[in-house]
């Protein structure tokens, strides 16, 4: 059964400090790998997206390391914002059986809170 | 370009009623997928369509739930005859092709609530 874990559930930090969030997946075939943010009330956003070929990608003071082999990624946040508090999800794209479209399956997310 | 539209925002529905939710997907894309959010959980697929062809439905209810993307017009979730536990956020995500290395774009959501 595809599936995406994330931890940890949910993360305090204070203004500034940097953080990082896990997750394992056992999604196959695999196609690629996102992390998303999703602040309350509103739909996810991307922030990166990796293919099995890409070991880490930044975007901005975000940072996404995966691992193929061993099924992990984390998602490395550094000088955190007040606006940083939302929850992140990692995403996993994979073939649906017989398709040629990438199917996603969510992790529950690892909701952050950025205190001032 | 707009982003993805998702209206109503929100919906109140009592329990028997029909929940229509409708999805604009952003200019250029033919491919909509709809998900569910129940509260505490993450996103779930529910169904995969393109214009006037629905793709992949294998996460959507086999009773009571339906969806469109016709011709012209949004992309149409039907929930007929709704019961409290409809109760979540769905939200529509859009894309401009069909490989798994396309971005999906997301909608605000609606929430739904059933009374």
């Known amino acids: 059964k595809n599936q995406v874990e994330q931890s940890p559930q949910s993360l305090i930090i204070l203004e500034g400090k940097n953080c990082t969030l896990q997750c394992n997946y056992t999604v196959s075939p695999f196609s690629n790998l996102r992390w998303y943010k999703q602040d309350t009330g509103r739909g996810p956003v991307s922030l990166t997206i990796m293919t099995f070929s890409e070991n880490t990608k930044s975007n901005g003071r975000y940072t996404a390391t995966l691992d193929a082999d061993t099924k992990q990624s984390s998602l490395h946040i550094t000088a955190s914002q007040l606006s940083d508090s939302a929850s992140y999800i990692c995403?996993?794209?994979?073939?649906?059986?017989?398709?040629?479209?990438?199917?996603?399956?969510f992790g529950q997310g690892t909701i952050l809170t950025v205190h001032p | 370009n707009a982003g993805v539209m998702q209206n109503p925002r929100h919906l109140v529905r009592r329990r028997g009623q029909e929940a229509r939710l409708r999805c604009s997907p952003m200019?250029?894309?033919?491919?909509v997928y709809w998900y569910r959010q129940l509260p505490e959980e993450g996103l779930k697929f529910m169904v995969y369509?393109?214009?006037?062809?629905?793709?992949?439905e294998s996460g959507m209810p086999k009773e009571r739930f339906s969806a469109e993307f016709p011709k012209e017009g949004p992309s149409i979730l039907r929930i007929q005859q709704v019961v409290r536990g409809d109760s979540a956020a769905y939200f529509c995500?859009?894309?401009?092709?069909?490989?798994?290395?396309?971005?999906?774009?997301f909608g605000p959501g609606t929430r739904l609530t059933v009374t």
């Open positions: 369509l393109q214009k006037e062809n629905i793709i992949d």
């Open positions: 200019k250029g894309h033919s491919h």
């Open positions: 995500a859009s894309s401009p092709g069909q490989g798994p290395s396309y971005e999906q774009y």
């Open positions: 995403v996993v794209s994979g073939r649906a059986g017989g398709t040629s479209y990438g199917k996603l399956t």
